[in-house]
């Protein structure tokens, strides 16, 4: 640590030297959630566990470190509930997750190395009282830690394993039964009406739910800030500047704790006591305040619907809060979407993982393409330049044309291909006809019953008229689709041929065009580009997919085609 003095630095090198193999820690925990059980205090944990030590003769260590321990005795001020969800997976079946407490965790890190003996705590809820931790403390003592609870003793046999762990598990039970009251009690409050959160400026917060008064100072001029407003002659700013020179200030509040307040100990919180600042108004207290309902008279409900309130009244009349509000919202126009930029590429781009779409930019003259990609995103490649994606699209539309050996690969497998393919193409043709033989004998018969289907009440001159429509639109359907079929194979391959040349003196053309020209090029040949770490995909528009299937058979209809052309080439940095 780099604020470390001479002294914790001898210490230090002491409890790494194996001075205090023998010695035992005190720990003691305050839960934030248990303000009012004396019983739990950090000194009444601090002598009782000490008498334990005394009554047993366990030598504690004598050790001062900042933020950690004074005179061997640890105490901190910390939910033993709260533990953090995330896991992190390393290699060799490694699993790691975070401990909260921080000086729990320390201490953890020196029993693991044996620096100490063991550590004497009241009970087992003071030490843990979420699995995780559980499962830390379990282990540390099959290694041998020595761990001694002041309030509980657990033999080294079944029945005191049993025990430890009914311990554990009503330890953690307590916390999920406090939880959960808390939660169904401010659940209960909130659909009554009561607010049970802190009042925004203009209300006082006196330490009752079920009333919330005006502030006699500020709540008329957080009216005037609605009514002044309404007038159009003040933006947010004026408003404020205005509230700071009428002398008006935020409620006030402490401001957040240091690290070193965090961890510091009971003895020193008269000198660290951090006292109340009343601050001035900002921009952003002005917009909260013009856009919160509670000024109406209205707290947020359990379903996060605002419903009225029985703890505080109205500051401000429905009709010009909702005259606030449609005003605040005719200003939220923004230049950069409604009027944007002709950047090149805007709109095609997007990131392969989440689909989040790239946004031109330019800096120092440069076009770079960025991406806001979500926090689960695994593509690390945010930012590209367009010199990178040009190139890049360039090397990928090289690939699409036909290589000379691909070529002839293409004539050595084209003879065979056409005898298979001419085989299926007398197959379906056949198919074709039998089913072309089938309606004409349908509407042979159709034509030469007519008048004993009509007078029978087969058909209405309607449904008859319908039926013989049907059946001649199939016919010729299905005599488009024997054209089609009849096209010559060797046709097909030509043409294949002729245009993957032509997507070949493209690609030169492409490499002498500007920016400009290349984006026209890009939008009218590809419907999709999408980045990937350093990969980049094509989606070819359909006139191309098939250069994209190598060596299937061409025209074949079972054949595998990738809609999906990638390269994949190193980045550079920006």
């Known amino acids: 640590m780099p604020n470390e003095t001479a002294n914790e630095k001898s210490i230090l090198k002491a409890i790494h030297s194996g001075t205090y193999r023998n010695h035992f820690l005190v720990y003691n ?58 896991l992190h997976f390393g290699k060799d079946g490694m699993v790691q997750y975070r401990i909260e407490r921080p ?29 995780g931790d559980n499962t830390v403390i379990e282990k540390l003592m099959k290694q041998g830690v020595d761990f001694r609870f002041t309030l509980a003793s657990y033999d080294k046999t079944s029945s005191g394993a049993l025990h430890k762990d009914i311990d554990g598990m009503f330890a953690e ?27 925004p400026v203009g209300y006082l917060n006196q330490g009752s739910m079920e009333h919330k008064p005006f502030d006699p100072v500020r709540a008329p001029m957080v009216k005037q800030l609605f009514e002044r407003y309404t007038t159009g002659l003040y933006s947010l700013s004026d408003l404020a500047r205005w509230a700071n020179f009428q002398g008006m200030t935020m409620p006030a509040v402490r401001r957040r704790r240091t690290d070193e307040e965090i961890l510091a100990e009971e003895e020193d919180e008269e000198t660290l006591k951090i006292e109340p600042v009343e601050r001035p108004f900002t921009y952003n207290n002005i917009h909260k305040i013009l856009n919160n309902p509670f000024y109406t008279g209205r ?31 005719n200003k939220k126009v923004s230049l950069h979407y409604t009027q944007k930029l002709p950047h090149l590429y805007r709109g095609i781009l997007r990131c392969g993982v989440c689909n989040r779409s790239y946004t031109p930019y330019t800096k120092k003259a440069i076009l770079y393409f960025g991406s806001r990609c979500t926090k689960e995103c695994s593509n690390k490649q945010r930012n590209i330049n367009l010199s990178y994606l040009e190139k890049s699209i360039g090397e990928l539309l090289q690939h699409l044309s036909f290589t000379d050996d691909e070529l002839l690969r293409l004539d050595a497998r084209t003879d065979t291909d056409i005898v298979l393919l001419d085989y299926k193409r007398k197959t379906e043709i056949d198919l074709l006809e039998r089913q072309k033989g089938k309606i004409r004998e349908d509407l042979t018969y159709l034509h030469s019953n007519r008048l004993v289907l009509l007078r029978s009440g087969v058909y209405t001159p309607e449904s008859y008229l319908s039926e013989e429509s049907r059946l001649n639109s199939e016919l010729s359907a299905l005599q488009t689709k024997e054209y089609a079929s009849d096209v010559s194979m060797q046709r097909v391959v030509n043409d294949l041929r002729l245009l993957s040349e032509l997507v070949k003196s493209l690609y030169f053309y492409y490499q002498n065009a500007n920016s400009e020209e290349r984006e026209d090029y890009v939008r009218k040949l590809f419907s999709e580009l999408s980045l990937s770490e350093n990969t980049l995909k094509i989606k070819c528009k359909n006139g191309l997919q098939v250069l994209e299937s190598r060596f299937y058979a061409v025209c074949d209809p079972t054949g595998n085609r990738t809609p999906i052309t990638a390269l994949r080439r190193p980045c550079p940095n920006r």
Request: charged content about 25%; overall charge positive.
């Open 29 to 86: 925990r305050k839960s934030t959630d248990e303000p009012n059980n004396q019983k739990n205090s950090i000194q009444y944990q601090k002598s009782e566990n000490m008498r334990f030590a005394l009554r047993y003769h366990l030598p504690i260590a004598t050790v001062t470190l900042k933020g950690f321990s004074l005179d061997g005795v640890i105490s901190e001020k910390h939910s033993g509930f709260k533990e953090d969800s995330a």
């Open 103 to 131: 000086k729990f965790y320390r201490l953890v890190q020196f029993l693991n190395k044996g620096y100490f003996k063991g550590v004497i705590v009241l009970c087992w809820d003071r030490a843990s009282r979420n699995k």
């Open 173 to 199: 039970h307590h916390s999920r039964v406090t939880s959960e009251k808390v939660s169904l009690a401010t659940e209960h409050q909130r659909s009554k009406g009561i607010c049970t959160y802190k009042a």
């Open 299 to 329: 707290i947020l409900g359990v379903d996060g619907e605002y419903i009225k309130s029985a703890s505080h009244v109205a500051l401000v009349s429905d009709e010009l809060f909702n005259k606030v509000q449609g005003m605040l919202g």
